[in-house]
């Protein structure tokens, strides 16, 4: 099998940077290509070689499969990393990567295909004896189904799109009103499935009331072995996006941690996976955990696995793409210390209402002892587009216990300084310094309790030019 020497990088902005710093350790060109709208962006002068691939709308650019697969024949790549978000998942990319006889940095195209179903990954996993949040293990057709799993498990229970993603596709009913209105909420899901995901096919989850969110990560090659990576803990979210990310949990006990293991490498085996993958998971208040989904590409909280087991991961999915086998067994992958990320956005640190603009000054955190790791893209006189994802960057900090750790997130943050725009630095800080999140007493409802959250007073959010 012959070794990949040149990576085409399918995505935009700090992931970017992320695998070209690999690449770049093992010695692998890397191509990079661009929207309009990121013209400007660093990167571009310190890959092999760049392209531009249309105006800045996404569906016009990063979107575009015709156009990456024409600057993969151009190019000469041999390889793609799609990074996370955009066609990441994607496997129709995936297949029409491998009929241009590249290689594809992730999963088997069959098997993206198949796990774009969550309920084909809620099958599985129930077949394997991993418990599922109750509700129906496949998809519904009409609202008397919706009724029938209410009497069965009880309100509230979720609506979710069978091929959603991203925190989108998600109607909660607490309780039905009439049948005309669960038929309304019915038919606006399966509307935004359609325009969005390409299917509007529905399935119903009980809620679980006030969760924490587990998700092991994992890297699985093609010679059946599995080996998981320590657990993340990402209940700090809004709107079903994360904010705050950190391994380990604190509520994860050794034995809890054996069992997610073992339903992680069952599912894993199950559907033959290949490369890096995540399988997320809810704790209920009692300490049960359930399977939710697979996430089937590199995250975007990966550095909190890498910092507290000493692993690149990217590095890992070049060599499991090239065939290679895992070298270490799962007794060598101790988890050391603690590791917290925080995700920054362009936007009010209250509201959450993007902030696009243009950064008129930017300080960094010291990231030179290794402990602590900044994730971007952006330098003075970035413009924040509304055309993507406003996060500007990732700060991700270790420590040899969570209070070092919290400790060392806090001064970091302190030092962060973006002005221009709108960020959610405040915001970071605010959750640092919470005596419930200092204590590690939260749930995913963490921020819909404002007076849990006292605002930080001496930083002030910039206001927009």
Partial sequence: MALIKKVLIANRGEIVNRIMRTCDT?????????????????????????????PAAPIKSY????????????SGADAVHPGYGFLSESAFFAQAVAEAGVKWIGPDPGILKNIESKCYCRV??????????????????DIDAIYETA?????PILLKLDKGGGGKGIEKIGHFESRAVTQAIFDRLQRIGTMAFASGEVYVEKEVVAPRHIEVQFMADDHGSVRCLGE??????????????????????????????????????????????TIEYLRNSEGRYYFMEINARLQVEHPVSELVTGLDLVAWQIR??????LS???????????????????EDPQTFKPSPGTITKLVFPDTGNGTVRLEH??????????????MLCKLAVWGEDRSACIAKVQAALGQLVVEGVSTTIPRAIAIMEDKNFMAGNFTTNFLDNEEELQWHTHYKPTCLV
Avoid at 63 to 74: F, G, P, R, T, Y
Avoid at 332 to 346: F, M, N, Q, S, T
């Fill in 26 to 54: 093992l010695g692998i060109e890397t191509v990079v290509v661009y929207s309009q709208g990121d013209k400007d962006a660093g990167y571009i002068s310190k890959a092999a070689a760049s392209y531009n691939i249309g």
């Fill in 63 to 74: 979107l575009n499969v015709e156009a990456l697969i024409a600057v993969i024949k151009q």
């Fill in 124 to 141: 599985i996993a129930d077949s394997m004896g991993v418990p599922v949040t109750p509700g129906t293990i496949g998809v519904i057709h």
């Fill in 151 to 155: 009497e069965r498990v009880g309100l």
């Fill in 232 to 277: 993340r803990e990402c209940s700090i979210q809004r709107r079903y996006q994360k904010l705050v990310e950190e391994s380990p949990s604190v509520v994860v006990t050794d034995e809890d941690r054996e069992k997610l293991y073992a339903y992680t490498e069952k599912i894993a085996r199950a559907i033959k996976y290949s490369g890096a993958g």
């Fill in 320 to 325: 499991v793409a090239n065939g290679e086998k």
């Fill in 328 to 346: 270490f067994i799962q007794e060598d992958v101790p988890l050391k210390g603690h590791a917290i990320e925080c995700r920054i956005y362009a």
């Fill in 377 to 390: 893209a952006i330098a003075e006189g970035y413009r924040v587009s509304p055309f993507y994802d406003p």
